[in-house]
């Protein structure tokens, strides 16, 4: 059995940076298809650690397996799992918890400036970070906080881009994963979704500008919050 447990939804949103930092750190990881029925018969008693990915999905829609990752999820939570959520992984986080998941009526997509919470002062997630820093974000839904959640950064578009619960769950509203190849695919793949006329989206050729220090920077936010994540989990 692997030490982390990653779980995904869609060919398009893999581990990406993460796969590479846990690769390097010498950990052994499982990835899963969630909506393939791939988590069904995974024992998780045996994860020390768990990731979940994004997706194109929304908790809300009717899909029976976004319930038993959810059910999963619980489970993980009590067992006091340390679990990291990108984007819908952050949104399932979220539901699991207790917390709604609504429709922002736009979609935020870009480089999008973080601005550090007041309550999040001294969050050994955010350690790593200055007061403001840049994660890339593509996302037209939005987390409440869950009861009792630390609230950690926002955005300008969006108000709750990341929460703590506990010491060892945090939920993420963008995509600190990114690698050059996977915002390049998804600009190749998905720009027929963007509408630059909405203010809350960047061009293509914004998202694309000075692209691989961009991604640079972006692994080094990916990796304060994997290191921190691992370290809980003894790995």
Known sequence: MADVLILTHVDYCPPAHLATVLQARGCSFDVLRVDQGELRDYDLEQSRAVAVMGGPMSVNDPLPWIAEEVTALQCLIARQVPIIGHCLGGQLLARALGA???????????WQQMQRQVEAADSPWLAHLPETFSIFQWHGDTFSL?????????????DHQGFAWGDRVLALQGHPEMTVELVEAWLDDWAHLLDSGQPSQQSINEMRDNLPARVKELNRVAEGFYEHWLTLAGL
């Open 100 to 110: 709604d998941v609504r429709a922002m009526g736009y979609t935020e997509a870009g």
């Open 146 to 158: 869950p009861e009792g959640a630390q609230p950690l950064m926002s955005s300008r578009w969006c």
